[in-house]
Structure formats: structure tokens, C-alpha cells
């Protein structure tokens, strides 16, 4: 997972920053071999029996909080476990990160995602930038499949361009971990520009923190989506951290309250 050499190939970089600053996104088919994988997985399963009753109520989420085997998303993985740690920091996803924004990151979060066959809710189109509250707005959010996902289980889809056109107006939404929803989403534009990812174990998706996306819901009757997520801010920007605290705490009341967490 450190095969940082492997990023090295200036061709290669100029490609991947010429598609990215063009469409908002990159899709890199095999980032991770299958070896990798399954050691990831493994790592996993043992975070989620070992560590997770540890964690923090606000870093666990579950689509039914009364049914452990509908956990939703962890967050922050790598503050719990070397492993993540060594994912997060000094890895090839961090260096692919500053070849994408052309800038020094700063690792903020790595999150383990599932959407539960059946149950898995649709994820809201939206810009993770809203949520980020950044100045300048420069960043990236990974998200790497750890098994097969497509139109049946909630495969991710973006708006080409979007990351061009500013922060959308977002609204509340009811879904957990996603709080918040581009409210005029579904314009012609929006259906016009709108591409999706199949994916396989392993491959990666990275988007700017502007790129507007959603995912399907997992309308399968007995697979899963498990994914990984990874965010990083350019060195630059200058996130507003009384805002974002403010936002953070009263989200977690709120779920609370509604007992979600």
C-alpha cells in the first residue's frame, strides 16, 4: 500500500491532474492489488469486532442502531489503529492527493462505508466542500471499493464539471452520515452531465471537495457495498474550525435526539 514509486511516472501524473482539474474527478482501476485487499479486509473485520465497541457513539453509525449487522460507517479509523494510520500518512493515497491539488495535504479523516443489502439508503447528491468549510475550497475525498459495486448496490455517481461552478444551496436531509443535500439537485444540466462507476475490489474514485455526487441505494436482495473513504485538504486551505465545531456538535444533538447514535 506504499508503493509510493509507482506514482512517480510524470506522464502519468500530468494525466491524472489534466482529468482531474477537467472533470472533477479521477476513477484508478486497481490502486490497490488483491493481495492489498485482503489484507485491508481483514483488518477491517478485526477493527469491527475488536475496536469499534471502544469507539466514540458519534464515530459509529448503523442503518437500525439496535441490529449490529447493519453498521453504516466508521469514522477517523486511523486515530485506533496503526494499520489505517499507515494508510492515511505517508502512503500512496496521500500522494496521490497532492498530485491531484498540486499542493501538500493534510490527512483529515479515513472512514470505512457499507450500505447493507436491502437496507442501504441512497447517498444525497452533494458537495463534501459544504461540509468541509474551506478557504480556499481544496481538497479531495477518495473512495475505494473493497468488493464489486454497481447499479444494483450503490454504485457512486458524479457530475462532470460540477467543481467549476461553486457550492450549491444544501438543505437537511434524513439521511445518517449524509446531513445535508443539494436542495435543487436533478436539473437538466445535472441528469446531462451525470456519469457512474462500476467498480471491482480495489479501485479507487477521487473527487474534488466541489464535485457534486451521490450513490444509489443497494436495492440488492443479499450483497453488500463496503467501501473505504479518505479525505485531505491542500496545505493551503483554511478551514473555519469555529463553524465546523459548531456544526459537528449540533449534529451529533440532533442524532442523538433522534437516537440514530
Not at 492527493?97 to 443489502?117: C, E, H, M, R, T
Request: glycine share 6%; with cysteine.
Amino acid at each position: 500500500m506504499n508503493r509510493i514509486e509507482d506514482l512517480q511516472d510524470e506522464h502519468l501524473q500530468v494525466n491524472l491532474k489534466q482529468s482531474f482539474e477537467e472533470n472533477g474527478f479521477i476513477f484508478f482501476p486497481h490502486f490497490l492489488n488483491e493481495e492489498e485487499i485482503t489484507s485491508v479486509k481483514e483488518k477491517l473485520a478485526d477493527f469491527i469486532q475488536n475496536k469499534v465497541p471502544e469507539m466514540p457513539s458519534e464515530m459509529v453509525y448503523y442503518e437500525d442502531k439496535s441490529a449490529p449487522n447493519t453498521l453504516k460507517q466508521l469514522q477517523r479509523l486511523f486515530e485506533f489503529d496503526d494499520f489505517f494510520h499507515q494508510m492515511m500518512f505517508d502512503s500512496r493515497f496521500e500522494k496521490l492527493a497532492s498530485i491531484l491539488l498540486n499542493d501538500k495535504v493534510v490527512g483529515k479523516n479515513i472512514q470505512y462505508f457499507n450500505k447493507p443489502a436491502k437496507i442501504g439508503q441512497e447517498t444525497p447528491a452533494h458537495q463534501d466542500g459544504y461540509y468541509f468549510m474551506l478557504e480556499p475550497n481544496e481538497a479531495v475525498t477518495m473512495w475505494m471499493a473493497l468488493e464489486d459495486v454497481d447499479e444494483e448496490n450503490g454504485c457512486v455517481r458524479y457530475v462532470r464539471g460540477s467543481h467549476k461552478k461553486g457550492i450549491r444551496a444544501h438543505g437537511r436531509t434524513n439521511v445518517l452520515g449524509f446531513s445535508q443535500g443539494i436542495v435543487d439537485f436533478g436539473t437538466p444540466e445535472d441528469l446531462k452531465n451525470e456519469v457512474f462507476f462500476p467498480t471491482k475490489a480495489g479501485d479507487l474514485l477521487v473527487h474534488h471537495s466541489l464535485t457534486i455526487h451521490r450513490a444509489d441505494g443497494n436495492k440488492s436482495a443479499n450483497r453488500s457495498r463496503k467501501a473505504m473513504g479518505f479525505i485531505y485538504y491542500g496545505e493551503k486551505a483554511r478551514e473555519d474550525k469555529a463553524a465546523h465545531e459548531a456544526y459537528a456538535k449540533k449534529l451529533s444533538e440532533d442524532l442523538a435526539k433522534e437516537k440514530k447514535i
